[in-house]
């Protein structure tokens, strides 16, 4: 029973990493069809910079913290008004999903790139904001650090949820993202609950990655793998549901989790893919996408 709840712990733990993530694509997706694969860079960001500043640079950890989560903040900004707003509001660029695609894509390049440059190769993690032993419960144990991300998990995916549904700037979101134009004839400024969106998701995977890397650590090249699991979640949403991203991602670390623990730590990522994949082909509805008859 003691290794059955460990392992539950651990792939809870996991599974809030992946359902942050898979959280913030859902919610720039809903609004403005189009996948963040930038989103683990800015995870990277918030991690190996708040690392730098208050461990090299001897910053107070909330400047050390506050600078990166501005500074990803700025970089989306900047990234909406120099390419997005151009591309899919003026016309400037191409509209297809492949060229969309490639935006965030060669963003997540950029940011890799810079951050090999300016931070170097080796392994960072940001000072733990709860420092200390791991808490145990008779034979159970937790990282302190695992409960602050499963905690961030559930309440930013409780937030994205009630913004959608509760406010009416959610539902605004909502509309730009089901019909651009039809928005705009009512009033909707879609370009702005864009960039704002875009801003906000950033800012808050910049600190989901001060919280995370004291479990997990990040390097430059960290931010692909990231946003590749939180696609992989999000996709179990239909890439709209942030609520139902955070369900999907915490099943998802259970699973991975479990497959490791009884059958095989080496393959148990091979393992769960191929389970997902197994699963997608026998019930494709779980994706959250209706299929045609």
């Not at 995870?43 to 990803?72: C, H, K």
């Not at 191409?94 to 940011?111: E, N």
């Not at 791991?134 to 602050?148: K, P, Q, Y």
């Not at 990040?218 to 996709?235: D, Q």
């Amino acid at each position: 029973m003691s290794n059955f709840g460990n392992l539950f712990l651990a792939g809870i733990t996991s599974g809030a990493i992946y359902a942050v993530f898979a959280a913030c694509l859902s919610i720039w997706f809903r609004v403005a069809n189009v996948l963040n694969l930038a989103v683990g860079d800015f995870a990277m960001i918030g991690a190996i910079g708040t690392a730098e500043l208050a461990q090299d640079a001897r910053l107070p950890l909330w400047l050390a913290i506050l600078i990166p989560l501005v500074a990803s903040g700025l970089i989306a900004w900047v990234f909406d008004w120099v390419v997005l707003h151009p591309a899919l509001d003026r016309g400037r660029g191409h509209s297809g999903i492949v060229s969309v695609f490639f935006y965030t894509f060669a963003l997540s390049f950029i940011l890799e790139g810079a951050a090999r440059i300016v931070f170097g190769t080796d392994v960072h993690a940001a000072p733990a904001l709860w420092p200390g032993n791991a808490l145990s419960f008779g034979s159970l144990h937790i990282e302190r650090a695992g409960i602050l991300v499963l905690g961030l998990a559930v309440v930013i995916g409780g937030l994205a949820a009630g913004y959608l549904y509760y406010t009416m700037a959610g539902k605004a979101a909502t509309a730009s993202g089901e019909s651009v134009v039809g928005s705009r004839v009512v009033g909707i400024n879609t370009h702005q609950l864009r960039r704002q969106i875009f801003v906000t998701t950033a800012v808050i995977a910049a600190l989901f990655g001060v919280v995370e890397s004291p479990l997990t650590g990040f390097t430059f090249s960290s931010g692909p793998t990231i946003s590749l699991i939180g696609v992989v979640a999000a996709g179990f949403a239909g890439f709209r549901r942030p609520g139902r991203a955070v369900v999907a991602g915490l099943l998802i670390g259970l699973a991975e989790s479990f497959l490791g623990g009884y059958l095989s730590t080496s393959y148990n990522e091979i393992l769960l893919y191929a389970v997902l994949a197994v699963l997608i082909m026998i019930r494709p509805g779980v994706l959250g996408i209706a299929t045609a008859h």
